[in-house]
């Protein structure tokens, strides 16, 4: 299985938010599952990378032209320097089965959104998983409630998110996941 991780790559996000990452990452590494991520070695992306590269796993990253530098010298079974970090998502989201959401700024936000357009329009992947550690993104999942309320989010949409406050939690929508490629022979 093929995972679609975003997240943060700055260097100053706080330890809390970066709870139960390496935990995620074991259970990748020990069902032989790759991810697909922008190249950093810093913030939630970088913990996630550091785990599976540590664990022998396998990460395929993808880099926009401007940050292609921060990509340097990282270990990986592909490199693809691409120009926009819309393209990064074209292709992650063609070539992966499921997407984790980790704590994020802006653009994790931004591809948040756009992974959700594309899914509801069926390029993608099913299922969002937002790993919500120690309530990185209640604000978020309220502000989606009032705007599904409000009318200006579609329950289509929104369907598609997952909500987990726990490592275990994602895991077992990462099992979920495998269980349904598996009754699809995938």
Same mark, same amino acid.
């Given at each position: 299985?093929?995972?679609?991780?975003? &997240?943060?790559?700055?260097?100053?996000?706080?330890?809390? !938010?970066?709870?139960?990452?390496?935990?995620?990452?074991?259970?990748?590494?020990?069902?032989?599952?790759?991810?697909?991520?922008? &190249?950093?070695?810093?913030?939630?992306? &970088? *913990?996630?990378?550091?785990?599976?590269?540590?664990?022998?796993? $396998?990460?395929?990253?993808?880099?926009?032209?401007? !940050?292609?530098?921060?990509?340097?010298?990282?270990?990986?079974?592909?490199?693809?320097?691409?120009? @926009?970090? $819309?393209?990064?998502?074209?292709?992650?989201?063609?070539? @992966?089965?499921?997407?984790?959401? /980790?704590?994020?700024?802006?653009? @994790?936000?931004? *591809?948040?959104?756009?992974? @959700?357009?594309?899914?509801?329009?069926? $390029?993608?992947?099913?299922?969002?998983?937002?790993?919500?550690?120690?309530?990185? !993104?209640?604000?978020?999942?309220?502000?989606?409630? $009032?705007?599904? *309320?409000?009318?200006? /989010?579609?329950?289509?949409?929104?369907? !598609?998110?997952?909500?987990?406050?726990?490592?275990?939690?994602?895991?077992? *929508?990462?099992?979920?996941?495998?269980?349904?490629?598996?009754?699809?022979?995938?």
């Amino acid at each position: 299985m093929k995972i679609f991780v975003c &997240g943060s790559v700055s260097s100053r996000i706080k330890p809390e !938010y970066l709870c139960g990452i390496k935990e995620i990452a074991k259970d990748i590494v020990a069902h032989n599952d790759g991810i697909i991520s922008v &190249g950093a070695k810093t913030g939630s992306i &970088g *913990e996630m990378y550091n785990a599976i590269i540590d664990g022998d796993g $396998f990460v395929d990253v993808i880099v926009p032209a401007p !940050y292609a530098d921060e990509a340097e010298g990282m270990i990986a079974n592909s490199l693809t320097k691409v120009d @926009t970090l $819309f393209m990064l998502q074209q292709i992650a989201l063609r070539n @992966t089965d499921i997407t984790i959401i /980790l704590p994020g700024g802006n653009g @994790t936000l931004a *591809e948040l959104y756009m992974i @959700t357009d594309s899914i509801n329009s069926k $390029f993608d992947t099913d299922k969002v998983v937002i790993f919500n550690i120690n309530g990185f !993104y209640n604000n978020l999942k309220q502000m989606n409630d $009032f705007m599904l *309320e409000a009318g200006t /989010l579609r329950k289509d949409q929104y369907k !598609y998110f997952t909500w987990c406050n726990t490592a275990e939690e994602v895991i077992n *929508e990462l099992n979920k996941t495998r269980d349904n490629l598996f009754k699809l022979g995938k």
